[in-house]
Protein backbone atom coordinates (compact mmCIF):
# COMPACT_ATOMS: atom_id res chain seq x y z
CA UNK A 1 0.00 0.00 0.00
CA UNK A 2 2.94 2.33 0.33
CA UNK A 3 3.52 5.10 2.25
CA UNK A 4 1.04 6.89 4.50
CA UNK A 5 0.41 10.50 3.52
CA UNK A 6 -2.66 10.99 5.53
CA UNK A 7 -4.96 9.32 7.97
CA UNK A 8 -7.04 10.26 10.87
CA UNK A 9 -6.28 14.24 10.56
CA UNK A 10 -2.46 14.25 10.32
CA UNK A 11 -0.34 14.45 7.67
CA UNK A 12 2.67 12.83 6.91
CA UNK A 13 6.18 13.96 5.08
CA UNK A 14 8.80 11.20 4.83
CA UNK A 15 12.23 12.11 4.02
CA UNK A 16 14.90 9.85 2.74
CA UNK A 17 18.62 10.31 3.98
CA UNK A 18 21.52 9.59 2.12
CA UNK A 19 22.88 7.19 5.10
CA UNK A 20 20.04 5.05 4.09
CA UNK A 21 17.89 6.44 7.78
CA UNK A 22 14.35 7.40 7.17
CA UNK A 23 12.44 10.22 8.82
CA UNK A 24 8.74 11.24 9.23
CA UNK A 25 6.91 14.87 10.11
CA UNK A 26 3.89 14.38 11.60
CA UNK A 27 1.07 17.72 11.21
CA UNK A 28 -2.34 18.34 11.86
CA UNK A 29 -1.83 21.73 10.09
CA UNK A 30 -4.39 20.69 6.92
CA UNK A 31 -6.69 19.48 9.44
CA UNK A 32 -6.92 22.72 11.19
CA UNK A 33 -7.43 24.36 8.19
CA UNK A 34 -9.91 22.06 6.92
CA UNK A 35 -11.83 22.69 10.31
CA UNK A 36 -11.95 26.28 10.11
CA UNK A 37 -12.84 26.44 6.13
CA UNK A 38 -16.14 23.73 7.74
CA UNK A 39 -16.80 26.21 10.25
CA UNK A 40 -16.94 28.96 7.75
CA UNK A 41 -13.82 31.20 9.66
CA UNK A 42 -10.41 32.38 7.93
CA UNK A 43 -7.22 32.81 9.01
CA UNK A 44 -8.20 36.62 9.58
CA UNK A 45 -10.95 36.28 11.58
CA UNK A 46 -8.68 33.67 13.70
CA UNK A 47 -5.96 34.31 16.88
CA UNK A 48 -3.79 31.89 18.18
CA UNK A 49 -3.28 31.26 22.17
CA UNK A 50 -0.39 29.16 23.41
CA UNK A 51 -1.35 26.00 25.92
CA UNK A 52 -0.84 26.44 29.06
CA UNK A 53 1.27 23.82 29.14
CA UNK A 54 4.82 24.22 30.46
CA UNK A 55 7.76 21.60 30.41
CA UNK A 56 8.50 19.20 32.97
CA UNK A 57 4.60 19.46 34.20
CA UNK A 58 2.51 16.79 34.75
CA UNK A 59 -0.36 17.16 33.34
CA UNK A 60 -1.86 13.59 34.30
CA UNK A 61 -4.26 15.57 36.89
CA UNK A 62 -5.48 18.47 37.97
CA UNK A 63 -4.58 20.02 41.74
CA UNK A 64 -7.74 20.66 43.31
CA UNK A 65 -5.91 21.90 46.60
CA UNK A 66 -7.76 25.16 47.52
CA UNK A 67 -10.12 25.21 44.78
CA UNK A 68 -13.63 25.59 44.37
CA UNK A 69 -15.51 23.20 41.61
CA UNK A 70 -15.55 26.55 39.16
CA UNK A 71 -11.91 26.89 39.37
CA UNK A 72 -11.38 23.47 38.84
CA UNK A 73 -13.63 23.16 35.79
CA UNK A 74 -12.33 26.44 34.69
CA UNK A 75 -9.10 24.66 34.69
CA UNK A 76 -9.95 21.84 33.46
CA UNK A 77 -11.92 23.61 30.68
CA UNK A 78 -8.41 25.35 29.61
CA UNK A 79 -6.42 21.76 29.42
CA UNK A 80 -8.87 20.35 27.08
Known amino acids: MGQVS ?3 G ?5 HNHPDGNVSVNLTQ ?3 TENLL ?4 YSSS ?5 TTPYQ ?3 SIDSIPTILMTSI ?10
Do not use: C, N
Open 6 to 8: YFL
Open 10 to 14: IEFTW
Open 29 to 31: QSF
Open 37 to 40: DILG
Open 45 to 49: TTSTF
Open 55 to 57: AGL
Open 71 to 80: EHDKLRLQYQ
